[in-house]
């Protein structure tokens, strides 16, 4: 699962993806960055924290959710060129907004103002959605004359449909925020859109902000209203600093600033929950692990996550939700108490689920 981060040129997304990745990639230079940058980030988990330390497991692991910063773009153009080739591949769209002040950094609009630049980018999904769909159609009317007349029948409803979903984007509806019926996802299922992949907004606040945090974060949930959508306040060149010293020193760093849980750690988990991920864990001396499957997972797909051969030769899954063996405090008590279960293929794996498969193979 992939995120892909775009944003108006020196916005900050590489210093932000720098902060979610721990990576070092270059920034600045205004958009004249034409590489692209992949990078991981650990899911933080409580959960995955506590059981680790109670199983003194030799190895803590965490879910991870990709991130893609884009190459930059000095016009602003966010979907010129490759950045298209790009966004085909993610599976939910970052925006960095720029709500610093520094002189010192040029804006492409001159001022900085976060709200409008939101708007701006939101219009800009909308707007090539529209241009897509348009493209579609006239291609589809170009082609209606050398069909046979059952065919053209059905390309004119699709043609129907598409101007419908068209006028939904000009009224500012993007797809993510509805539900397609049968009919209308065929009618563009060959067509890349934009507004269907949910969007998160990373503001990217300067130092002075960081105390109006919760503010800030009150009102850019005002601009994200629809489904799919999410936003959390960052500032970008501190966390950027911060992940770059050695571990201690973050963590001392971290005690005195006193700012709640980081505005990155927020964005992550914000990340994993638009994508529509779970995580469910597996505990031992050996290794405590947090591992993603999608909302809904049957058992059998969960064990497969882990290995091929456990979902082939899956027998059935032991599980006790996290809160309840945390309540029982070991699995003996669990099992005492009737909260360790023993559940078949198609089980529902909840987020939390601390699981055990008996397979054979
Ligand atoms: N003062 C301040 N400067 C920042 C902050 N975040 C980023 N910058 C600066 O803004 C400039 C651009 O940062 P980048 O992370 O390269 O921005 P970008 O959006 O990746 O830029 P392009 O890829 O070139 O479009 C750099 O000089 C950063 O140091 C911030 O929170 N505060
Ligand atoms: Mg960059």
Known sequence: MKIGILGLPSSG???????????????????????TNVGVAHVPDERVD???????????????VSYVDLPGSSSGDL???EA?????????ILHVARAFEDESVPHLEGTVDYKRDIEKVAFDILFADIALIERRIERLTGSLKGLKAVDREEAVKNIEILKRLQGDLENGIPFRDRDLDPSELRAIS????????????????GEDDI???????????MLLKGKSTGGAAICGILEAELVGMPTEEEAEMRAGLDAGEPGLSRMIKLSYKVLGLNSFLTVGEDETRAWTIKIGALAQKAAGVIHSDIERGFIRAETVAYDHFIECGSMAEARNRGQFRQEGRGYVVQDGDILNFLFSV
Request: proline share 1%.
């Open 50 to 64: 506590i059981l680790s330390k109670m199983f003194k497991s030799k190895k803590t692991i965490y879910a991870e």
């Open 190 to 205: 060959d067509t890349f859109t934009l507004s269907s992949l949910p969007l998160l907004v990373a503001l990217n606040i």
């Open 84 to 92: 298209m080739g790009h966004l085909q591949q993610v599976d939910a």
């Open 79 to 81: 979907f010129e060129g």
């Open 13 to 35: 997304k590489t210093t932000i993806f720098n902060s979610l990745t721990r990576g070092k990639a270059d920034i600045g230079g205004f958009g004249a960055s034409r590489s």
């Open 211 to 221: 105390s109006n945090t919760a503010e800030l974060e009150e009102e850019l949930a």
